[in-house]
């Protein structure tokens, strides 16, 4: 199964079963691999009864669907997989309270996502060969600006620009893989205050 890069919701029902946070947390995983019932109940310290309960839920909408099935000492396990690695609520469902729950809810996840990957990095992850910033092998930053929408929503189209380069074939034998996690959002206060 080919994942799709968005997967529109154009029902309240699957906006609704996707705005529980367990079934977010869940839904993570699926995108990223294929899991049988039994490996998220694990990795997430549920019951697998809790846990096949949610995947019917998120496979009957249409968010994940069931991808393999293999046969190991007498059982069949079934692999599930998100169908898309991004879901987005129609723009007829933007109004509902869950479009914007669901909306924090994967926030939080990807955000603890990039913490569980920042916590099983290899060491030279973060290994450093000069005191300059700008020759790293890696990024940490945060910040926080005052700007119109326009202008933020101009930044996040040539930000998207940005990250298309990196899809594309590269050329070098020497290649790694990177992990890259972006969020941003308006908020109500800047807390680094600019000097003036």
């Given amino acids: 199964m080919e994942q799709q890069s968005i997967f529109i919701l154009e029902t309240y029902e699957q906006l609704k079963v996707i705005s529980d946070p367990l079934r977010t947390k869940m839904l993570i995983h699926l995108v990223e691999q294929p899991h049988t019932g039994q490996m998220l109940a694990q990795e997430l310290n549920l019951s697998r009864a809790k846990v096949l309960y949610h995947l ?31 879901f987005i609520p129609a723009d007829h469902l933007l109004t509902y309270v869950e479009a914007k729950e ?13 913490k569980t990957r920042v916590l099983t990095a290899p060491d030279e992850s973060f290994e ?53 996690m972006t969020t941003a959002f308006q908020i109500e206060e800047l807390l680094f205050k600019k000097e003036k």
């Fill in 128 to 180: 450093l060969d000069s005191s300059n910033v700008e020759e790293w092998n890696n990024l940490s930053l945060q910040t926080e600006f005052t700007v119109s929408q326009k202008k933020f929503v101009e930044f996040t189209q040539k930000y998207r620009e940005l990250l298309e380069i990196l899809k594309e074939e590269d050329e070098e034998p020497d290649k790694h893989h990177y992990y890259l």
């Fill in 102 to 114: 669901a909306t924090r809810q994967s926030y939080l996840e990807v955000i603890d996502r990039a």
């Fill in 56 to 86: 019917r839920e998120l496979e009957k909408y249409g968010i994940i669907q069931l991808v393999r099935k293999e046969e190991r000492g007498g059982n069949v396990l079934k692999f599930y997989q998100a169908v898309a690695r991004g």
